[in-house]
């Protein structure tokens, strides 16, 4: 079985620059989830699907950040624009459905804002 | 809002040595998730608990309800397991949210 994956790997990106990070979830994977790992700490929620819903953005920066799951498969999360604070790893991860289930994660996507 | 606490923070151990990282939480939890994070980011999903104890391998995780409290243990640990272990939880029935841990660096020398 193919897992969740993300691209790209790693970035590097001005401030005030925008930056797009893809990522396809396990086949037939209900939820979906975005998070932030800032160095140092544990992964932080920004946004979660269920389907091409969204559950839960409340701690999504949306003065600057949009995720969008348009065909309830893969999704895009979008930083415009970026500020030195924003570098982290950003990780996705998907589950069969919302309530009580395990996340299966990707790689991460490694943003570094200069 | 649950708090979770992860120690050490930090855990240099030989190879062959038993290692234990201990997590504790705040308010009461419907599951208690054990991940595995190696340099690059990407993490995987080592357990997944709500009560008793589970093994896999050489890892064994344990988790005691009344006492907000859960440990990882590696048995014979090698180079290999470097890495950060996480804790997260899920608070309640109803709650599909994890609140996740710092982490425990581990670095394990041959």
């Known amino acids: 079985e193919a897992g969740v994956a993300q691209s790209p790997r790693y970035k590097i990106i001005e401030k005030r620059q925008s930056v797009a990070f893809w990522c396809n979830p396990i086949?037939?994977?209900?939820?979906l989830y975005w998070y932030q790992q800032i160095l140092g700490q544990g992964p932080k929620l920004l946004i979660q699907?269920?389907?091409?819903?969204?559950?839960?953005d409340s701690q999504l920066p949306k003065d600057r950040f949009s995720a969008e799951r348009l065909k309830g498969v893969d999704s895009t999360l979008k930083i415009q624009p970026a500020k030195l604070e924003d570098s982290a790893v950003y990780l996705c991860?998907?589950?069969?459905?919302?309530?009580?289930?395990?996340?299966?994660f990707g790689p991460g996507t490694r943003l570094t804002v200069t | 809002k649950n708090e979770v606490e992860q120690s050490p923070q930090n855990l240099t151990a030989q190879e062959g040595e038993f290692i234990t990282i201990n997590c504790s939480y705040s308010?009461?939890?419907?599951?208690l998730h054990w991940l595995q994070q190696h340099p690059g980011g990407g993490i995987v999903s080592l357990f997944m608990?709500?009560?008793g104890k589970k093994k896999h391998g050489r890892l064994i995780a344990t988790i005691n309800i009344q006492e907000k409290h859960s440990s990882l243990h590696i048995t014979a640990s090698h180079p290999r397991d470097s890495a950060v272990y996480i804790c997260?939880?899920?608070?309640?029935?109803?709650?599909?949210?994890?609140?996740f841990g710092k982490g425990t660096k581990l670095s394990v020398i041959p």
């Open positions: 608990l709500s009560s």
């Open positions: 699907f269920q389907n091409n819903g969204v559950v839960d």
């Open positions: 991860a998907s589950a069969p459905g919302t309530w009580g289930y395990e996340q299966y």
């Open positions: 086949s037939g994977h209900a939820t």
């Open positions: 997260a939880v899920r608070s309640g029935a109803g709650s599909y949210q994890l609140t």
């Open positions: 308010v009461g939890i419907s599951a």
